[in-house]
């Protein structure tokens, strides 16, 4: 891939800048079920009732009641909370370090389909760990499924975020660990990476920010 012709990056978050394990999540929801249950959730697919949160079709106190009653779950609002972010690991000092450096060679974006329990996450972890005053800093403008109404992989979520900030697609790099993602970004006429493990976004940008 060359990067000389790219001004704009778009990244995903989980699984690209937070290291993220469905299976954590998965395994502590199936806990805190009545009787045996197949939590439908992963990084390819995932039950309409998870869809609906992240379209902010739902509430959190929706989302939580839907859990409850498709899954015989019985539990506190705090501890299905804590099994919904139980799949949120960390970020790396090293990748916050990366954003900071890219802002000032690109334009940066992200773009993540999430929640409104995840998103209050997202920025402890930030408030913990980091100095910079919220998640959002890292980045010109975020755009969070669950507030714009839209979601990966529709095309009209990558539409929109061009549009807005007036990016030439082909200018314009799209960063994500999900090829369901990358598929119909490359549809729109977005460069596209997919990141897949080992590699990092630290590793593909090593000789940009040296």
């Not at 109404?149 to 549009?163: M, N, S, T, Y």
Request: contains cysteine; charged residues 25%.
């Amino acid at each position: 891939m060359d990067l000389k012709q790219i001004k704009n990056i778009i990244f995903d978050l989980g699984g690209v800048i937070i290291n993220i394990d469905y299976g954590k999540s998965i395994e502590y929801l199936q806990k805190l079920c009545k009787d045996n249950c197949n939590i439908a959730f992963s990084q390819k697919e995932q039950s309409y009732l998870f869809d609906l949160y992240e379209t902010g079709a739902s509430s959190n106190e929706e989302f939580r009641n839907n859990l409850r009653q498709a899954y015989q779950i019985d539990a506190t609002d705090e501890q299905i909370d804590d099994a919904w972010n139980a799949m949120l690991l960390d970020i790396p000092q090293e990748r916050i370090d990366l954003l900071l450096a890219l802002g000032k060679h690109y334009r940066v974006f992200l773009l993540s389909n999430t929640n409104a329990i995840h998103l209050k996450r997202f920025n402890e972890i930030v408030a913990h760990s980091f100095t910079i005053p919220s998640l959002d800093s890292l980045f010109e403008k975020s755009y969070y499924s669950h507030l714009v109404g839209k979601r990966k992989p529709d095309a009209a979520i990558f539409e929109q975020v061009l549009a807005e900030n007036k990016l030439d697609r082909t200018e314009t790099l799209f960063i994500d660990d999900s090829i369901q993602h990358i598929e119909s970004a490359n549809k729109t006429g977005i460069q596209t990476l997919h990141l897949q493990p080992p590699l990092t976004i630290n590793q593909v940008f090593a000789d940009v920010v040296s």
